[in-house]
């Protein structure tokens, strides 16, 4: 029978596997847990992507594993089961860090203080990799301008900025009203006294 679209050649090129299944659900898992410790191990700034240098490294490491993952199978079926095995250990991981606190410290890591009332913490910077320019990047970015407004910065294990504000209590907000109105009231005295010297001037 002539086959002039040439379906069966297509259906052979698209969807038989050209390793073998065991293969295909194996590299993906043996890729997915190697880069996990990986971006363990380098730190928590590849993720915050501080500059264009870090979203090369992203960008590059998916164009970097992609062979390792599918070998030598381009089929719609070989991608199908990649897919499949990449989302199935991610959601194996997930099960496990929502179960195991520990588990999750050790793969996440913690939280690391940048910032803390105000005052950098230099050590947790050079733990990072991270400048002080860079971090100011980040402050601007979340509208604040100067180290003073900052109660607390943190660098998130998945690579986020939990910024705080450093919110005036009652009490000091009180006291800034009240030093306001006192300069509002040394103000207007002088301006009183000042008249009242230059109308002295005048009559005398």
Known sequence: MV???NWS???NNMFPLQVPLVEKLIRPVIVYLVLVVLLRLFGKRELAQLNPFDLV???SLSNTVQNAIIGNDNTV???LVGAFALLAVNWVVARMLFRSR???RALEGRATVLVRNGRLDHAALDRESMTVEDLTSVLHRQGFSSLDQVALC???PNGTFYVEADVPTVAQRQHGELMKK???LSED???LRSGKTAADGAKS
Do not use: C, H, K, S
Request: proline residues 4%; negative net charge; aromatic residues 4%.
């Open 154 to 156: 943190q660098l998130e």
């Open 102 to 104: 520990r588990l999750t």
């Open 77 to 79: 079926t070989g991608g």
């Open 3 to 5: 086959d002039p679209m």
């Open 57 to 59: 490294v992203l960008l």
């Open 9 to 11: 050649q297509a259906w």
């Open 189 to 191: 005295i002088r301006a």
């Open 182 to 184: 006192i300069d509002a």
